[in-house]
């Protein structure tokens, strides 16, 4: 994967980590009862609500988490790191693949449209990650890295 690409796909993530944070620390009551997109303008029913009670506590606290990722995600796409890149694929991986499988389990309840959405939108944070961690971007990281000493006097 080129610079670019990695940083399309890095960017990508930390706007949707951004909003989806932002949206659950500013606005937890209402997140918990439009997520995925604010309104009925869209088709989307409620996807957090028909899980169980609000719980301000625990929305916050997944808000912070994307944040936590919108975070990292930038730091990787400002920077020239391909472990900065591979640390941010890491934890979205770690994070997502759990979150698929929960709500692969727990579809009962929802219209077609939600159903259908919900995993797709949930599996492309698992895989649009993949990619962050292979390839060698030697170039890239050799102009990021600092210049080493051979130790020598």
């Not at 790191?81 to 694929?89: D, I, M, N, Y």
Request: glycine share 8%; aromatic share 12%.
């Amino acid at each position: 994967m080129s610079l670019t690409g990695r940083r399309v796909v890095l960017w990508f993530l930390s706007a949707l980590a951004a909003v989806i944070g932002v949206w659950s620390m500013v606005f937890p009551l209402e997140w918990y009862e439009t997520f995925p997109d604010g309104s009925a303008t869209w088709g989307f029913g409620p996807w957090i609500r028909l899980d169980g009670p609000f719980n301000e506590h625990l929305i916050r606290d997944v808000g912070a988490m994307y944040l936590a990722l919108a975070g990292a995600g930038t730091v990787a796409a400002l920077s020239r790191s391909l472990t900065a890149a591979r640390a941010v694929a890491v934890a979205w991986i770690v994070f997502s693949a759990p979150h698929l499988v929960y709500h692969l389990g727990h579809l009962h309840g929802l219209a077609t449209l939600d159903a259908v959405a919900e995993p797709i939108s949930l599996a492309l944070t698992l895989v649009l990650p993949i990619p962050l961690l292979f390839g060698a971007w030697a170039k890239a990281d050799a102009q990021a890295a600092p210049p080493t000493t051979s130790g020598c006097a």
